[in-house]
T-cell receptor, first 114, second 115 residues
Framework: AQSVTQLGSHVSVSEGALVLLRCNYS??????LFWYVQYPNQGLQLLLK??????LVKGINGFEAEFKKSETSFHLTKPSAHMSDAAEYFC????????????FGTGTKLQVIP | EPEVTQTPSHQVTQMGQEVILRCVPI?????FYWYRQILGQKVEFLVS????????KSEIFDDQFSVERPDGSNFTLKIRSTKLEDSAMYFC?????????????FGSGTQLSVL
């Protein structure tokens, strides 16, 4: 069984401040981990993924995430928030199989304050 | 970038009615999926579809649900007799191959409201 827990359903940051969205996972097999973003009225878009290569993963729009096995975490960060980053972010986990095994978290809504 | 298209964006129906949610996956993709998200809850896997048959389904995907690829472009999810608890955002997705390093493309979703 696998699951992810996202801490904080809503996060607010000031424009230019650090973005930190937390995700902890549970998996009985080596996990593959993902962050998806959903902008208003749009579909889910893959930001980045960890598939057992480098533990620090860089994604689109300046986001990155670090896989920490000892902490079972895969937190998403961005050094400086932009207004355009306001969206909902989903952490997801998969076993070493296909996409049909992807399990999503409940999502974190990011608000960026001017 | 290519897109997965879902119609309608909003669907309102009465309990017990049949609904069909439509999706047009990306044209060269071979694997198709439905996920759903009940308000305030997690995005949940429903079903995957390949080569004109279901390859995997979750426990949510009971006999009330069916999927079909009626022609070369559409991929549909049918709920035979809707229940209040079927109210959710339904996402269609597609990928070229069913491997985790392949990119999964999601549509913008259909918000289903069952009254």
């Amino acid at each position: 069984a696998q699951s992810v827990t996202q801490l904080g359903s809503h996060v607010s940051v000031s424009e230019g401040a650090l973005v930190l969205l937390r995700c902890n996972y549970s998996s009985s097999v080596p996990p593959y981990l993902f962050w998806y973003v959903q902008y208003p009225n749009q579909g889910l878009q893959l930001l980045l993924k960890y598939t057992s290569a480098a533990t620090l993963v860089k994604g689109i729009n300046g986001f990155e995430a670090e896989f920490k096995k000892s902490e079972t975490s895969f937190h998403l960060t961005k050094p400086s928030a932009h207004m355009s980053d306001a969206a909902e972010y989903f952490c997801a986990v998969s076993g070493s199989g296909g996409y049909q095994k992807v399990t999503f978290g409940t999502g974190t809504k990011l608000q960026v304050i001017p | 970038e290519p897109e997965v298209t879902q119609t309608p964006s909003h669907q309102v129906t009465q309990m017990g009615q049949e609904v069909i949610l439509r999706c047009v996956p990306i044209s060269n993709h071979l694997y198709f999926y439905w996920y759903r998200q009940i308000l305030g809850q997690k995005v949940e896997f429903l079903v995957s579809f390949y080569n004109n048959e279901i390859s995997e389904k979750s426990e949510i995907f009971d006999d009330q649900f069916s999927v079909e690829r009626p022609d070369g472009s559409n991929f549909t999810l049918k709920i035979r007799s809707t229940k209040l608890e079927d109210s959710a955002m339904y996402f269609c997705a597609s990928s070229i191959r069913d491997r985790v390093h392949e990119k999964l493309f999601f549509g913008s979703g259909t918000q289903l409201s069952v009254l």
